[in-house]
Every structure is written in structure tokens, then in C-alpha cells.
């Protein structure tokens, strides 16, 4: 079965705190991972997809694929990082560019 | 490019009203998807389209939904009747096949 997992609702952190994201995902082949960021009432964005390997806006994520995790990381949170974050996975299979979300954590980033 | 094009932005109807909603991809894009987004459920795949071809319209609740693309460049999403539990935002997404999928500002819907 294919399944992304946010175990966390809602991660809130104070300014300058170190964050990490966490999500695990359940794939039998070899998937590509994303994360998507959305601003209250704003459309979803992509943020980072793992086949890139860049660093948006400070975040960085690893694809650990012994432990089936794409967990988002940040060494230092900013308020304007208070958001909604999506872990998504496509499979590679088929040629089809389908995503699956998982639930989504909320990050709130206080002063 | 203006990105992924959806209308209308917000929509207000009774129990038992035809919902349409409707999105024009970014040019050149050959993936569509309709995705619903709750507070219940999070990002719901609804429907995807390859080419305009409907690949996998699993995620579609029930028969009152529908969706169509008649061309590359429009896709709607159809309610009827529209149910109260069919509130959520509806969003629109393309892409062209194996890179990064757009998505589109949403319609929010409410039946009340």
C-alpha cells in the first residue's frame, strides 16, 4: 500500500529553535518525495522534492530509505515559517505523477 | 503563465444544487488532478487525468461526482446533488509527467 505519515498535528517551536518534520512513508518500489508548504488560505507550493537535493528557504530534507523517512529539517525557525506542511510521495512506476499526501503538521513559529 | 487557473473562488449553495467547478492547467502541462481538502480528512485524490484520459478516478466519492476534460486546456469537476458534507476546498492541479505538480488557488465550497 502506498501511505505518507505526519505523525505530529502540530509542531509549535519559538524563533530560533531548531525544527524537524517528521515523515515516513509506506512504498513497495522507489518513490519520489516532496515537500509542499501552504500559507493560510494560499494555495499549496512546492517546497523541496528529494531528487533535487536543494536547501528552499533553509529547510533541508534527506530521503532515508533504511527507515522510510523524508523528515523536513530547519536549524533555526522564523515567524514566517508558520505554516501547513505536506509530505507527499509519487510513485515512479507507471509514468503517472500522481501524488499522496500525508495529513499535514502545522508549524507555528512564536516570537 | 498565470499558473493553474481555477473559478470560482468561493461558492455558497443549497442542499441539492449542480456544483460546477472549473480549471484551466498551465500550458503545455499533459497531468490534471482534482484534489478535496477537510479539516477531517487533509489532501483527498480525487481524479487525475494523463493526456486528458481519466487514469484513476478511484478517489471520487460517489456517483454524484463527476469530472471531464474535453481538452488540454479546461477541466471541470461536476456535484449533483450537492450534499452539506461535500463543504471543502477543491483544488486543481497539473503538471506534465515525472516533474513537479502545480497547484491552483482552490474553490471553496460550501453547501449549506
Known amino acids: 500500500a502506498q501511505r505518507v505519515t505526519q505523525p505530529e498535528k502540530l509542531l509549535s517551536v519559538f524563533k530560533g529553535a531548531p525544527v524537524e518534520l517528521k515523515c515516513n512513508y509506506s512504498?513497495?518500489?522507489?518513490?519520489?518525495l516532496f515537500w509542499y508548504v501552504q500559507y493560510s488560505r494560499q494555495r499549496l507550493q512546492l517546497l523541496l522534492r528529494?531528487?533535487s537535493r536543494e536547501s528552499i528557504k533553509g529547510f533541508t530534507a534527506d530521503l532515508n530509505k533504511g527507515e522510510t523517512s523524508f523528515h523536513l529539517k530547519k536549524p533555526f525557525a522564523q515567524e514566517e515559517d508558520s505554516a501547513m506542511y505536506y509530505c507527499?510521495?509519487?510513485?515512479?512506476?507507471?509514468?503517472?505523477?500522481?501524488?499522496?499526501f500525508g495529513a499535514g503538521t502545522r508549524l507555528a513559529v512564536h516570537p | 503563465d498565470a499558473g493553474v487557473i481555477q473559478s470560482p473562488r468561493h461558492e455558497v449553495t443549497e442542499m441539492g444544487q449542480e456544483v460546477t467547478l472549473r480549471c484551466k492547467p498551465i500550458?503545455?502541462?499533459?497531468?490534471l488532478f482534482w484534489y478535496r481538502q477537510t479539516m477531517m480528512r487533509g489532501l483527498e485524490l480525487l481524479i487525475y487525468?494523463?493526456?486528458?484520459?481519466?487514469?484513476?478516478d478511484s478517489g471520487m466519492p460517489e456517483d454524484r461526482f463527476s469530472a471531464k476534460m474535453p481538452n488540454a486546456s479546461f477541466s471541470t469537476l461536476k456535484i449533483q446533488p450537492s450534499e452539506p458534507r461535500d463543504s471543502a476546498v477543491y483544488f486543481c492541479?497539473?503538471?506534465?509527467?515525472?516533474?513537479?505538480?502545480?497547484f491552483g488557488e482552490g474553490s471553496w465550497l460550501t453547501v449549506v
Open positions: 492541479a497539473s503538471g506534465q509527467i515525472g516533474n513537479t505538480i502545480y
Open positions: 512504498y513497495s518500489g522507489s518513490p519520489e
Open positions: 528529494h531528487i
Open positions: 507527499a510521495l509519487s510513485p515512479l512506476s507507471g509514468g503517472y505523477n500522481k501524488l499522496i
Open positions: 500550458s503545455g502541462h499533459n497531468s
Open positions: 487525468f494523463n493526456n486528458n484520459v481519466p487514469i484513476d
